[in-house]
C-alpha cells in the first residue's frame, strides 16, 4: 500500500491488487461454504446438494431453505447463521479494501503543482 504522500499507483498495480484480494475473499468464501455443507450434511442429514443450496443461502443472507428437525442442527444453524452474519460482512470489506484506499487516496493526494 502507498503512503498518502506517494503519487497513485498505475491501473494495472490496482487491478492486480484488486485481483490478489479477490482470490482471498473467494478462499474465505470456501472455506465458509465448506464448513456450512460438512456441517449441515453432518447434523441435518442433507445431501451435499442441498447442503451446499443451504449454506449459500444462509451465508449470503437469504435466510433458510429446509426445515432443521433435530436439535443438534438447530444448534448448528444457529451458529453458522450468527457466522455467516459477521463473515459475510468480513468478506464483503476484504474485497472492497482497495477500491476504498484507492478512492481515499485520490482525495487526500495534492496535486504535483510545483516548478522546480
Given at each position: 500500500?502507498?503512503?498518502?504522500?506517494?503519487?497513485?499507483?498505475?491501473?494495472?498495480?490496482?487491478?492486480?491488487?484488486?485481483f490478489r484480494y479477490g482470490l482471498?475473499?473467494?478462499?474465505?468464501?470456501?472455506?465458509?461454504?465448506?464448513?456450512?455443507?460438512?456441517?449441515?450434511?453432518?447434523?441435518?442429514?442433507?445431501?451435499?446438494?442441498?447442503?451446499?443450496?443451504?449454506?449459500?443461502?444462509?451465508?449470503?443472507?437469504?435466510?433458510?431453505?429446509?426445515?432443521?428437525?433435530?436439535?443438534?442442527?438447530?444448534?448448528?444453524?444457529?451458529?453458522?447463521?450468527?457466522?455467516?452474519?459477521?463473515?459475510?460482512?468480513?468478506?464483503?470489506?476484504?474485497?472492497?479494501?482497495?477500491?476504498?484506499?484507492?478512492?481515499?487516496?485520490?482525495?487526500?493526494?495534492?496535486?504535483?503543482?510545483?516548478?522546480?
Amino acid at each position: 500500500m502507498e503512503h498518502r504522500k506517494q503519487k497513485l499507483v498505475p491501473l494495472r498495480h490496482f487491478f492486480l491488487r484488486m485481483f490478489r484480494y479477490g482470490l482471498f475473499a473467494l478462499a474465505l468464501i470456501s472455506v465458509s461454504l465448506g464448513i456450512g455443507i460438512i456441517g449441515y450434511h453432518h447434523y441435518a442429514q442433507l445431501n451435499f446438494l442441498d447442503s451446499f443450496h443451504m449454506s449459500s443461502m444462509i451465508l449470503t443472507g437469504m435466510g433458510p431453505v429446509t426445515e432443521m428437525k433435530s436439535e443438534e442442527a438447530k444448534i448448528f444453524s444457529s451458529f453458522y447463521a450468527l457466522y455467516s452474519g459477521v463473515a459475510f460482512l468480513s468478506i464483503t470489506a476484504v474485497f472492497l479494501a482497495p477500491v476504498v484506499h484507492r478512492i481515499l487516496h485520490i482525495l487526500q493526494v495534492e496535486p504535483d503543482n510545483k516548478q522546480d
